[in-house]
């Protein structure tokens, strides 16, 4: 019986161990960096005075992408050797970002109202968008 049992358990062991097993390998990364830059003089001033924002067009953020995709949008103040990812808070200056068709705004705000005018960028801003493929179920 025992001999039987272990024929048995090694034809199912051999059986299964043979079974097809599939690899899927994608044909690269379903993303995409755009590097932009926002000269000093393309902050524009609100009314009030209190949100300074600058507009990037952007074709690539067409209706499907707007809908579906990540759109994550990372600056570097002063073009230096390091991003940030908006929304975030420095010095009492709030960045954040909105994203419509074709468009991308990045605003500077005041945190708390201490200073309630923001600081005018003096040198090139650096943006990085990273567009993240996405599907809708």
Same mark, same amino acid.
Not at 15 to 37: M, R
Not at 118 to 132: G, M
């Given at each position: 019986?025992?001999?039987?049992?272990? &024929? $048995?358990?090694? @034809?199912?062991?051999?059986?299964?161990? !043979?079974?097809?097993?599939?690899? *899927?390998? %994608?044909?690269?990364?379903?993303?995409?960096?755009? @590097?932009?830059? @926002?000269?000093?003089?393309?902050?524009?001033?609100?009314?009030?005075?209190?949100?300074?924002?600058?507009?990037?067009?952007?074709?690539?953020?067409?209706?499907?992408?707007?809908?579906?995709?990540?759109?994550?949008? #990372?600056? !570097?103040?002063?073009?230096?050797?390091? #991003?940030? %990812? $908006?929304?975030?808070? #420095?010095?009492? %200056?709030? #960045?954040?970002?909105?994203?419509? %068709?074709?468009? @991308?705004? *990045?605003? &500077?705000?005041?945190?708390?109202?201490?200073?309630?005018?923001?600081?005018?960028?003096? !040198?090139?801003?650096?943006?990085? &968008?990273?567009?993240?493929?996405?599907?809708?179920?």
């Amino acid at each position: 019986m025992k001999k039987l049992t272990l &024929i $048995l358990l090694c @034809i199912a062991t051999l059986g299964l161990a !043979s079974c097809k097993k599939d690899t *899927i390998v %994608q044909n690269g990364a379903n993303n995409l960096t755009i @590097i932009k830059y @926002i000269e000093p003089s393309a902050w524009q001033s609100s009314s009030d005075g209190f949100t300074l924002t600058a507009s990037l067009s952007e074709s690539r953020i067409d209706p499907r992408t707007f809908e579906n995709d990540a759109i994550l949008v #990372y600056i !570097s103040r002063g073009d230096g050797n390091f #991003y940030e %990812q $908006l929304p975030f808070v #420095y010095d009492v %200056q709030a #960045y954040s970002y909105s994203v419509s %068709q074709g468009r @991308i705004d *990045i605003d &500077i705000q005041s945190s708390d109202f201490q200073e309630a005018i923001p600081d005018r960028p003096t !040198s090139r801003t650096r943006v990085k &968008i990273v567009l993240i493929e996405s599907f809708q179920d």
